[in-house]
């Protein structure tokens, strides 16, 4: 009985009460005081109690009280029992929404710019202007990097002679060029967004 007030007061007085263990008593008195009002309880051997008024709790049916502890007759005792609360933590999963991934493909021109080898040929033509004989004809030979092919031709003379006319120097030599191209990547953008459609930011990779 929580804060009673006077008509709580006036039904309690002459009211049966039962203790926990169902022992019954009887509200002879209500005594006011700085903590609280109190009741007399007498017992069925005529044993009287004082109990604080808050710890009356009306029965379901009837008119009657119980008390939370029980009356003990040997050598007039009272036993009460002493409660304490505990808390009991428990959890459980909330779906709170998902998250909806998708991707997609992009492209975007980048001008790669390398270097590239590539062979040219340089030719030159050195006058000889020199008589050989056949037996000393010179051959195509190769002189480092430049093959040389000796070019021959008759001339009339009083007698039929080989004139080395020129050499043909052919040199061969690496050179750097750059030849830019535009060509296209493609790159995957992820974009994460929560299930209620609200869009999330983008991220790339």
């Known amino acids: ?24 008593a009887v ?3 209500i005594e006011p005081r700085e903590d609280g009002p109190q009741a007399w309880v007498q017992l069925a051997d005529g044993m009287r109690v004082l109990v604080p008024v808050q710890l009356f709790a009306a029965e379901e049916k009837g008119a009657g009280y119980r008390l939370p502890f029980r009356f003990d007759g040997e050598g007039g ?22 998250l909806r991934i998708s991707k997609h493909v992009t492209e975007e021109e980048r001008v790669i710019d390398e270097a590239l ?21 010179p051959r195509a030979r190769q002189e480092g990097d430049t093959y040389i092919v000796p070019v021959l031709e008759e001339v009339l003379v009083v ?13 061969r030599r690496r050179e750097e060029v750059h030849a830019p191209q535009r060509v296209s990547l493609r790159s995957e953008h992820v974009s994460v967004e929560r299930a209620d459609d609200k869009p999330a930011p983008q991220s790339s990779r």
């Open 27 to 29: 509200v002879t008195a």
């Open 117 to 137: 080898f590539r062979d040219a040929l340089d030719v030159q033509r050195v006058r000889v202007d020199r008589i050989v004989s056949e037996d000393d004809a």
């Open 159 to 171: 007698q039929k002679q080989l004139l080395l006319k020129e050499e043909v120097r052919i040199t």
């Open 77 to 98: 005792r009272v036993v009460i029992p002493v409660f304490a609360e505990d808390v009991h933590v428990d959890k459980r999963t909330i779906d709170t929404g998902g």
């Open 1 to 24: 009985m929580d804060q009673p007030n006077d008509a709580d007061l006036a039904r309690l007085l002459d009211a049966h009460v039962r203790d926990a263990a169902g022992q019954e």
